[in-house]
């Protein structure tokens, strides 16, 4: 899931698995395409491949409106739960 800020030990947390959230995005996206976890970026999405390393990457939802990297995008969240 996702979560609205950065969390630390010991606190508790709301955790977003579906629907429109602010998401963290490594590389370049495009508007409608899937997503799936960076594996290099704690807590961003990079877009979903299909081959090579990051193609056993879980898609975790898809891009609503895009923006450039290091930046936060709309993606809505499709997870299960």
């Keep these: ?3 609205p800020f950065a969390i630390t030990a ?18 370049t996206v495009v508007i ?3 997503v799936s976890p960076s594996v290099t ?6 877009p979903s491949v299909a081959t ?11 891009v609503m409106a895009v923006n ?7 993606i809505f969240l499709t997870l299960e739960y």
């Design 52 to 62: 090579g390393a990051d193609a056993e990457l879980q898609e975790i939802g898809y």
């Design 10 to 27: 010991n606190y508790y947390f709301w955790l977003q698995v579906g629907g429109p959230a602010s998401v963290l995005v490594e590389g």
């Design 68 to 74: 450039v990297d290091t930046e936060y995008a709309a």
């Design 32 to 34: 409608y395409n899937k």
């Design 1 to 3: 899931g996702v979560t």
């Design 41 to 46: 970026v704690d807590g961003a999405v990079i």
